[in-house]
């Protein structure tokens, strides 16, 4: 699709671009919420999530959670870490906490 905007757009991304993924529910009115506790489960991710940043944020009556995928180098793993500490500082702001 990048090869088809015009030359002066302001976009500035080469094609084969991606930008990571963030994936917000908030499942505290779902019908069945309360049985989630007793669910047993897992993220499986395929290949393609090796080579990129997925995060997850799941909002359950029980709390809220944070996962995240990533590639297993020294950038990524500051820059995740900086995302996550990050966002943990603006959770414990709206909550009022440290």
Known sequence: ???LLPADTD????PGWST???SYVDARDFVGHEFFGEVRGGVYA???????VLVWINRLPTG???SVI???TPVAHES????V???QAVFASVLGTT
Do not use: F, H
């Open 70 to 72: 990533y590639p297993d």
């Open 80 to 83: 995740v870490d900086r995302y």
């Open 11 to 14: 976009i500035k991304a080469r």
């Open 1 to 3: 699709m990048l090869e």
């Open 46 to 52: 395929n290949r393609a999530a090796s080579e990129e």
């Open 64 to 66: 809220t959670s944070l």
């Open 20 to 22: 990571p993924m963030i």
């Open 85 to 87: 500490s990050a966002m």
